[in-house]
Nanobody, 130 residues
Framework: VQLQASGGGLVQTGGSLRLSCTVSGLLLDHYDIGWFRQAPGKEREGVSCISSSDGRTDYADSVKGRFTISRDTAKNTVYLQMNSLKPEDTAVYYC????????????????????????WGQGTQVTVSS
């Protein structure tokens, strides 16, 4: 199983980026996918996720209304459209999945929850300048 995250970059406050997570070795129809981020000196946190069964989505309050997660099952790729970016969105963004991992209350995932996720993308840096 491999996850390849891409699309990060440097943008100004208010700008947009679209992250991509291309998955190989498993099908999006069967695995929920999450996006996480880690800012310098902070713990990794859940940002958004999408359910394999019905495409249901969940977002952290800090990104609700600005970020949109979607998937293209034909390309086995999950996207994170990020609009109205703020300096506090600066972080390394990771996509991840695990057998049996469920997309629910993404922002409440504990450090233990994250440690139980085996499959992570390599991370893509997002930097928002003020």
């Amino acid at each position: 199983v491999q996850l390849q995250a891409s699309g990060g970059g440097l943008v100004q406050t208010g700008g947009s980026l679209r992250l991509s997570c291309t998955v190989s070795g498993l099908l999006l129809d069967h695995y929920d996918i999450g996006w996480f981020r880690q800012a310098p000196g902070k713990e990794r946190e859940g940002v958004s996720c999408i359910s394999s069964s019905d495409g249901r989505t969940d977002y952290a309050d800090s990104v609700k209304g600005r970020f949109t997660i979607s998937r293209d099952t034909a390309k086995n790729t999950v996207y994170l459209q990020m609009n109205s970016l703020k300096p506090e969105d600066t972080a390394v963004y990771y996509c991840a999945t695990e057998i049996g991992w469920e997309c629910s209350e993404i922002a409440k995932k504990s450090a233990d929850d994250l440690r139980n996720i085996r499959y992570w993308g390599q991370g893509t840096q997002v930097t928002v300048s003020s």
